[in-house]
């Protein structure tokens, strides 16, 4: 635990004598989850440090009418909403749910005070986090409310491609999954997929698909 810890944002340049010395005065807990399982519910009282220690997380928002959009995949070290935890209405904003097989560190909003009051690399850490959620935030809003189908498909594509020069993605997730990320519906995704084909941008077989006018994919993104 201490070594996925170290890799944190949150304990850059903190020993991990120091981490290791802090958790053993107080009481923290680790919770396993299994694929599917509900890690926390929007709208619960977010009074825990949450650090992902193992699988794949989630973090996913649903509107009244029921539609799906996730807003971020957890990967071991990082955090789960960190920048509510201090918040006058400290509620999670989503729902956390478990992808695949994993673990979650708990540390209490008190003990996780204290540990900043008498540390200041980890409180300094902390103030870093939470000004880089802004700016998450901040693109994930332009991400979702501004950009149309093809702008949002442009920017996935480019940011999956496996180096600078290369021209074709092989995707992981499916039709839907993409949909859930983007807060669209999957027909709204396939057409778009479909018009982009047919005009020649890229090219599409099974779930491989190749770039042909790469600059124009660009402007698309933007």
């Not at 669209?184 to 941008?201: D, H, K, N």
Request: proline residues 5%; hydrophobic residues 45%.
């Amino acid at each position: 635990m201490i070594d996925i810890l170290m890799k944190a944002p949150l304990f850059q340049h903190v020993s991990s004598e120091a981490i290791s010395g802090f958790l053993e005065k107080i009481p923290y807990r680790v919770e396993s989850y299994r694929e599917h399982d509900v890690v926390a519910l929007q709208g619960a009282p977010c009074n825990h440090l949450m650090v992902v220690l193992k699988g794949l997380l989630q973090g996913q928002m649903v509107n009244d009418a029921g539609k799906l959009v996730v807003i971020e995949e957890l990967t071991p070290s990082r955090l789960l909403a960190p920048a509510f935890l201090f918040a006058p209405k400290h509620e999670l904003p989503v729902n956390i749910i478990a992808v695949e097989p994993s673990e979650v560190l708990f540390i209490s909003r008190i003990d996780f005070t204290e540990w900043m009051q008498s540390d200041k690399q980890v409180l300094q850490n902390f103030l870093m986090l939470i000004s880089g959620r802004t700016s998450f935030l901040t693109d994930k809003i332009m991400f979702l409310s501004l950009k149309n189908i093809k702008n949002k498909i442009a920017d996935y594509l480019l940011h999956h491609l496996s180096s600078p020069d290369a021209s074709t993605v092989k995707l992981s997730d499916t039709q839907q999954e993409i949909a859930d990320r983007f807060g669209v519906t999957r027909p709204s995704l396939a057409r778009a997929f479909a018009e982009m084909e047919q005009e020649g941008i890229i090219s599409i077989d099974r779930k491989t698909i190749t770039i042909n006018r790469m600059q124009q994919l660009r402007q698309i993104a933007k």
